[in-house]
């Protein structure tokens, strides 16, 4: 099967650091990299996403930074809050396909 | 983006038995698919919903244990017949539209006794 390999596997940040999680994947037809952020007993919620045509995209305190060459893309959680306390996924996907997920990674964040 | 409701949110079920979720979109989406998630884990796809169309299954799951309908563009169900322990699992829908972004419900957590 396709993989996505997602790390860390766990991560404590201080409130107000900054969280980063790695990806990387091994499928070059994969054109879509979204990640998901989901909280204890609800569904994922799509967070940010990004297309392999561009190296950055910002929204808000996410970034999403993705190096095609090294087939590698990474989540950074600016100013952690509290709040961002939750699971974090990685995914990519091609046309009209269902997503292929990372591990996940559970992210705390210290108050 | 797309509002995904899914019933039941939770069930407790014998052995044996079946049960049937339903998924409901809130417009219409080209892509609806069932995920499983053991509690901790990460998805797995079980299978693509198919409109007006037999689904298509990943390996390891089978169309007798796991049988799904897509009568139109913004519902599904997904059966989990002869119920055993290991089918104790989160099962999430989710469905697309032509921009790539793909939506969430909020998951129904099965347990088999």
């Known amino acids: 099967q396709q993989q996505v390999k997602q790390s860390p596997q766990s991560l404590i940040v201080q409130k107000g650091g900054i969280s980063i999680i790695n990806c990387a994947y091994e499928?070059?037809?994969?054109?879509?990299f979204p990640w998901y952020q989901q909280f204890p007993g609800k569904g994922p919620a799509l967070l940010i996403a990004?297309?392999?045509?561009?190296s950055e995209k910002k929204e808000g305190r996410f970034t999403i930074s993705f190096n095609k060459s090294a087939k590698q893309f990474s989540l950074h959680i600016m100013d952690s809050q509290p709040g961002d306390s939750a699971t974090y996924f990685c995914a990519a996907h091609t046309g009209r396909r269902a997503l292929t997920f990372g591990s996940g990674t559970r992210l705390q964040v210290q108050p | 983006s797309a509002v995904i409701s899914q019933k039941p949110s939770r069930d407790i079920c014998q052995r044996g038995t079946s049960l049937t979720i339903q998924c409901q979109v809130d417009?219409?989406?080209?892509?609806m698919f069932w995920y499983r998630q053991q509690p901790g884990q990460s998805l797995t796809l079980i299978a693509t919903a198919n409109q007006g169309s037999e689904a298509t299954y990943e390996s390891g799951f089978v169309i007798d244990k796991f049988p799904i309908s897509r009568p139109n563009l913004t519902f599904s169900t997904l059966t989990v017949s002869n119920m055993s322990p290991e089918d104790s699992s989160i099962y999430l829908c989710?469905?697309?539209?032509?921009?790539?972004?793909?939506?969430f419900g909020p998951g129904t957590r099965l347990t088999v006794t």
């Open positions: 417009s219409q989406v080209t892509m």
């Open positions: 990004i297309r392999p045509d561009v």
């Open positions: 499928n070059t037809a994969f054109d879509y």
């Open positions: 989710s469905a697309g539209t032509s921009s790539y972004e793909q939506y």
